[in-house]
């Protein structure tokens, strides 16, 4: 695997290249638990809320988000993002892919809207 988690200027920790990763690149597929809607009440007053992303899928199914395994998680919040994520119903994965060349030590960033062009303000404040 090309990345490794280190602390992050922008928030906290981050997730970080150890060697250059190419466009087009998957830089992780991560391993998703798929929820029903109807169990998201369990977890609204929970940290694991702000870890759910939308898991709609073609063919529809009963489940509607996903928790998300994997160093993505970590990933922080950008409106320039260079990454972005595509769900994978068939491996049951979230695969995030590389929208331009990475350089080795570059933080790996992902737009929380998931729209990579998406400017709608997100629910925190944001570092420039």
Known sequence: MKIEL??????????FTSEKIFSGEIIEKCPVVPIKLQELSFLKN???SDYIFSWETDPPSEYKIAFVL??????????SPNSRSLRNPKDNTMDFIALRDIESGEEIT??????PNCKEPVW????S
């Open 124 to 127: 925190f404040e944001v570092k």
């Open 110 to 115: 992902h737009n929380y809207h998931g729209d």
């Open 46 to 48: 929970s940290a694991i």
């Open 6 to 15: 280190r602390k992050s200027e922008i928030h906290g920790h981050g997730v």
């Open 70 to 79: 994997g160093y993505c998680m970590v990933y922080n919040h950008s409106y």
